[in-house]
């Protein structure tokens, strides 16, 4: 579990019901239309902006900022050069008593013993990287629209209130009502965009990142050890990924 994600809403929010009870009643807080109206529309909008199978599919995705299980780089480094030495001592067949909880890992494993030539190999790899990325960017882009639309239909909650407190300024009891649903709703928007969703965006696109250089060390890892590479030349060229702080463990 990613306790930042968890920390981060908790205190966000944390200090925003602390504001508010510092300043009054949580009540007064408390409109149940100008909620339909901001996590409403943002829905709708998202129905119009994106596949139905993609939005519910968002939620799934948002999990990730959660339950993420990130891989350790430099343990897929020494992965990579222990099969190295054993493709170096043994040949390549040996590998095929090599198994891996890695699903992409395992496939390249699996390619190279089958006998696939590099550049096979390489196309083959580069080609589930790119699926990969295709996929997170559609997770990643519903949060960013979440982020961008919520706050205008908070605007547009605002529109709604201010039209309606307009229209009644005859009547003195109405102005509060409408005025609460004018300023509610840019709350809300501005609350459920900045402390939810585009921090959610921002870390799937940190995982996607992260999981895509992994990869990425993978495909470099199995070429060079299919095309012979010294274990040790290819664990520095491996290790050019990382930061230097991890590297030898400088």
Not at 48 to 68: E, N, P, Q, R, T
Not at 145 to 169: D, K, R, S, Y
Not at 207 to 216: A, F, G, L, N, V
Request: overall charge negative; aromatic content about 6%; some cysteine.
């Amino acid at each position: 579990m990613d306790l930042a994600t968890v920390i981060g809403i908790v205190l966000g929010f944390g200090l925003i019901l602390m504001a508010i009870m510092l300043g009054g009643e949580l009540g007064m807080f408390i409109n149940v239309p100008s909620l339909l109206i901001v996590i409403g529309g943002t829905i709708a909008a998202m129905f119009i902006k994106h596949k139905m199978s993609d939005v519910f599919g968002s939620v799934g995705i948002m999990m990730k900022a959660f339950l993420v299980k990130q891989e350790n780089p430099d343990q897929v480094i020494g992965q990579l050069i222990d099969m190295a030495n054993i493709a170096r001592k043994d040949g390549i067949l040996a590998l095929e008593k090599v198994k891996s909880d890695d699903p992409f890992l395992q496939g390249a494993v699996n390619h190279c013993v089958d006998g696939a030539d590099p550049e096979f190999l390489e196309g083959v790899l580069n080609k589930d990287l790119e699926y990969l990325a295709d996929r997170h960017a559609k997770g990643i882009a519903i949060w960013e629209g979440i982020g961008e639309t919520a706050p205008a239909f908070g605007m547009i909650g605002t529109l709604i209130g201010l039209v309606q407190m307009l229209a009644t300024m005859d009547d003195p009891s109405s102005i509060g009502p409408a005025m609460a649903v004018a300023l509610l709703t840019t709350l809300y928007g501005s609350i459920f965009a900045n402390v939810i969703a585009i921090p959610i965006a921002v870390k799937l696109d940190m995982y996607s990142k992260d999981e895509q250089m992994t990869r990425q060390i993978i495909i470099d890892g199995m070429i060079g050890i299919q095309k012979g590479v010294n274990p040790r030349m290819l664990q520095e060229a491996l290790k050019a990924a990382l930061p230097p702080s991890m590297r030898d463990g400088e």
